[in-house]
């Protein structure tokens, strides 16, 4: 079973300073997705970023990148330039892998990266 | 366009009680999931749809039943409810299950079982 591993439950940045939320994940298929969410207090689920693990570039999203290492299977965000706003939980997804060429889109979640920007 | 909406935000129901979480969405999506998230926790997924009359179990779907009848709508149905599905619960959907396939969130239930 694939598996998602975030191993920072808190991490805390100053203001304006960039900031990297590590994820690492376990799967033994060459296809499958990988997102970021962010959950602020609030409750609601909202998508950051997303890579294809046959893309070759990093994905980018404004001011959130993706550095995505295939072979360490890690996926760690990148938050640059940190904002008030930018205090949250922090999810890192996957999809499900393909099975007979069809993915359902199911998400397997890591247990999140609580985020606290500091001013 | 609404996105995904779910009923009602706050429930609180007494052990054994019985009770339907509604979702629905209006962006014409096939695929359609029911997560819970347990304090602290991430998302796991109880049940999916891969489109009218198609469901089938996800990790935890043990105490709950899904039916989906329109592709609008997808309830959530716990018989007999337990202290341990004390939970906030998302409804999510998508367009489509390869590749990109951005799953959109309700707001949420959240869940106490006394």
């Known amino acids: 079973a694939q598996k998602i591993t975030q191993t920072q439950p808190g991490m805390f940045v100053q203001e304006k300073e960039a900031v990297t939320l590590d994820c690492t994940y376990d799967?033994?298929?060459?296809?499958?997705?990988l997102f970021w969410y962010k959950q602020p207090s609030s409750g609601e689920m909202i998508f950051l970023i997303y890579q294809g693990s046959y893309d070759e570039q990093n994905a980018t999203e404004g001011r959130y990148s993706l550095n995505f290492q295939k072979a360490r299977k890690s996926a760690n965000l990148v938050i640059s330039a940190s904002q008030l706003g930018d205090s949250a939980m922090y999810f890192c997804?996957?999809?499900?892998?393909?099975?007979?060429?069809?993915?359902?889109?199911?998400?397997?979640f890591g247990q999140g990266t609580i985020l606290t920007v500091h001013p | 366009n609404a996105g995904v909406t779910q009923t009602p935000k706050f429930r609180i129901l007494k052990i054994g009680q019985s009770m339907t979480l509604q979702c629905a969405q209006d962006?014409?999506?096939?695929?359609m999931y029911w997560y819970r998230q347990d304090p602290g926790m991430g998302l796991k997924l109880i049940y999916y749809s891969v489109g009218a009359g198609i469901t089938d179990k996800g990790e935890v779907p043990n105490g709950y039943n899904v039916s989906r009848s329109t592709t609008e709508d997808f309830p959530l149905r716990l018989e007999l409810a337990a202290p341990s599905q004390t939970s906030v619960y998302f409804c999510?959907?998508?367009?489509?299950?390869?590749?990109?396939?951005?799953?959109?969130f309700g707001p949420g239930t959240r869940l106490t079982v006394l």
């Open positions: 962006m014409n999506h096939n695929y």
């Open positions: 999510a959907s998508s367009y489509t299950s390869g590749g990109f396939n951005e799953q959109f």
């Open positions: 799967t033994s298929d060459q296809s499958y997705g």
């Open positions: 997804a996957m999809t499900e892998p393909r099975a007979g060429g069809t993915s359902y889109g199911k998400l397997t």
